[in-house]
C-alpha cells in the first residue's frame, strides 16, 4: 500500500521528467544540426558564432514582458503552447535557404525558450511537492546530463543515415511529443489571485516595480539568486575559450577535445546519480556553497592544467560539482521565490543575466586576443572563486537570519 501510494504521488514528477529530457536531448541535436547547416551554407565560422549571440538577444527581447504573461496565465497550457510554436518553427527551418531567414526563426525558436523557462519553473514549484524537490531536482539534472551526452550520440546517428535536416526534423519531433505528455499533467490554478490583465507599459512599469519591492524586501534571499547568476554567467564566458584553450594552450586535437568534453557529461552524470541516492541528506545550504566552491575549484585546476590529464580532473569535478550547485539553486529557488512573483523575478534577473554574460564574454574575449588566452582564463576562473566565496557567504547569513519564507 505505502508503494503505491508513492508511485501515484511521483506519478507527474516523472511525466514533467520524461518531456524535460525529451526536449533537452532534442536540443542537443537541433544545436549541433544547426550548426552544421550554417556552416555548410556559409563556410564561416562567424556565421555560426552569430547562432550563440541569439539566445542571449532573445532572452533581452522577450524577459522585459514574458514574466507578467507568466504569472497572469496558466502555465501548463502555455508550456503545451511553446512546445507546439517550436515544433511548427522547427519544421519550417530546414526548408529555408536564406541565411538572414534562418537567423530570424532561429531567435524566434531561442525566444519561445526564453519564455518557457520562466513557466516551466513556476509550474514545476506548484506541481511538486517541498519534501519531493531534492530528488526531483536531482533527478532533472541526471536528465540533463543524458541529454548532453545522449543526444550528440542521436545527432551522429541520424547524420550518419541522413542529413543535419533529419536531425531538425527530429528535434521538431521532440517538442511535439513533450507537448503532447504535458497534456497529461495537471491544469493547475493560478494562486495569489493574480487577473489576467491586457500587457502594457503601465502594467510592465507595475510588475517592475513589483520585483523591485520584493528584492528590496528580501535582500538576503535575493542577493544569492543574483550570486549564483553571476557564477553561471562567468562559467559561461570561460566556456566560449573553451576550444581555444583545449586546442592552443593544451594541444589538443579534434578527437581528444571530444574526450574532455565526454568527462565533463560523465561527471554531471555521476554528480547527478549521487544526487539521487544522497540528496535528500545534505541542506540546501551545503549543496550551494559546496557546489559553488568545487564548481570553482574545477575551473581553476583546468585553468592551470598544461595537459589532458589536468585538464580533464578540473573538468569532471567542476561538472560533478555542477549537478549539486544546481540542485541546490533550483530547491532555493522554489522554496524562498513565491509562486506569485516567480515568472516576473525570473524574467527580470534573466534580462540582467543575459547582459552580463555578453559583457563577460565580450571582456573575456578581448582579454584573449590582446593578452593570451592562458591568461584570459586564469583570470576568469579566479574571478569565479571570488563571485562563489561570496556566495557562501551570503549563504552563511541567510541560514542565520532567514527563518519565514518571503511573502510578497
Request: charged share 10%; aromatic share 12%; no cysteine.
Amino acid at each position: 500500500m505505502e508503494m503505491k501510494k508513492r508511485t501515484r504521488s511521483w506519478k507527474y514528477p516523472f511525466l514533467l521528467l520524461s518531456g524535460v529530457g525529451l526536449s533537452n536531448i532534442g536540443d542537443w541535436i537541433y544545436l549541433i544540426a544547426l550548426n552544421l547547416i550554417v556552416l555548410e551554407m556559409t563556410g564561416s565560422p562567424l556565421a555560426v558564432a552569430v547562432l550563440y549571440l541569439l539566445k542571449p538577444v532573445a532572452t533581452l527581447m522577450t524577459n522585459v514582458w514574458a514574466g507578467s504573461i507568466v504569472d497572469r496565465v496558466n502555465q501548463r497550457n502555455l508550456m503545451i503552447g511553446l512546445d507546439v510554436f517550436r515544433a511548427l518553427l522547427l519544421v519550417v527551418l530546414p526548408g529555408l535557404s536564406s541565411l538572414l531567414a534562418m537567423y530570424a526563426l532561429v531567435l524566434f525558436v531561442n525566444m519561445a525558450s526564453s519564455v518557457f523557462h520562466p513557466a516551466s519553473m513556476t509550474y514545476v514549484t506548484k506541481l511538486i511537492r517541498r519534501d519531493q524537490r531534492k530528488r526531483f531536482n536531482a533527478l532533472r539534472s541526471l536528465i540533463d546530463s543524458g541529454g548532453f551526452l545522449i543526444g550528440p550520440a542521436i545527432a551522429g546517428v541520424l547524420f550518419l543515415i541522413g542529413t543535419p535536416e533529419l536531425a531538425i526534423y527530429f528535434n521538431a519531433w521532440t517538442f511535439l511529443v513533450s507537448g503532447v505528455i504535458s497534456l497529461w499533467l495537471p491544469r493547475l490554478g493560478k494562486k495569489g489571485g493574480e487577473e489576467n490583465s491586457i500587457l502594457s507599459v503601465a502594467l510592465l512599469k507595475e510588475d517592475w516595480a513589483v520585483v523591485r519591492t520584493f528584492t528590496n524586501h528580501h535582500l538576503l534571499v535575493m542577493t544569492i539568486y543574483f550570486l549564483f547568476g553571476l557564477m553561471m554567467v562567468m562559467a559561461a564566458a570561460l566556456d566560449s575559450l573553451e576550444a581555444a584553450f583545449s586546442k592552443d594552450v593544451l594541444g589538443l586535437t579534434d578527437t581528444t577535445y571530444g574526450f574532455l568534453v565526454s568527462i565533463a557529461g560523465a561527471g554531471i552524470a555521476v554528480g547527478a546519480l549521487v544526487l539521487t541516492w544522497f540528496g535528500n541528506h545534505l541542506s540546501t545550504k551545503t549543496l550551494l556553497t559546496g557546489g559553488g566552491l568545487f564548481v570553482a575549484s574545477g575551473y581553476l585546476i583546468y585553468a592551470f592544467s598544461v595537459d589532458f590529464s589536468g585538464a580533464a580532473v578540473g573538468f569532471f569535478l567542476l561538472s560533478f560539482a555542477l549537478a549539486f550547485a544546481n540542485t541546490g539553486f533550483h530547491t532555493f529557488y522554489q522554496e524562498w521565490i513565491p509562486v506569485q512573483v516567480m515568472g516576473r523575478v525570473t524574467s527580470i534577473f534573466g534580462v540582467v543575466e543575459s547582459v552580463l554574460v555578453i559583457l563577460a564574454t565580450t571582456v573575456i574575449g578581448a582579454a584573449a586576443e590582446w593578452v593570451s588566452v592562458k591568461a584570459a582564463v586564469v583570470g576568469g576562473a579566479g574571478i569565479l572563486l571570488l563571485v562563489t566565496l561570496s556566495l557562501g557567504y551570503a549563504n552563511r547569513h541567510w541560514k542565520e537570519r532567514q527563518v519565514d519564507r518571503p511573502a510578497v
